[in-house]
């Protein structure tokens, strides 16, 4: 069955770098998007960034835009999120998701358009 696992999450300091990794299995990974979401405690889950079926394909969210990274290996079935200048509102549990689309399908901040989830893996950016 689909499957997603993250990993990389820690507890960091203010201005470290973090990556995050997304491996999938079970389904054909180059057919799909990629989201990375993150939700707070208290919070709702918000979107991160995208990466889809192009490499060159990516959009983030105002918050983090200039300082995150999303990448993608199809050879590997896995998405990256490179955090960088991380702030303590960074803190949060980190999803990635995997979105159905075709090559001209726009990128979706949107939870609900995604068709699977990850368990999610927890960043918390404090000194």
């Known amino acids: 069955q689909a499957q997603l696992v993250e990993s990389g999450g820690t507890l960091v300091q203010p201005g470290d770098s973090l990556r995050l990794s997304c491996a999938a299995s079970g389904f054909t990974f180059s057919y799909y998007a990629v989201g990375w979401f993150r939700q707070a405690p208290g919070q709702e889950r918000e979107f991160v960034a995208v990466i889809g079926r192009s490499t060159r394909d990516t959009h983030y969210a105002e918050s983090v835009k200039g300082r995150f990274t999303v990448s993608r290996d199809n050879d590997r079935k896995t998405a990256y999120l490179q955090m960088n200048s991380l702030k303590p509102d960074d803190t949060g549990v980190y999803f990635c998701?995997?979105?159905?689309?075709?090559?001209?399908?726009?990128?979706?901040?949107?939870?609900?358009?995604?068709?699977?989830w990850g368990q999610g893996t927890q960043v918390t950016v404090s000194s």
């Open positions: 998701a995997a979105r159905r689309t075709i090559l001209t399908t726009p990128p979706s901040e949107q939870p609900d358009s995604y068709n699977y």
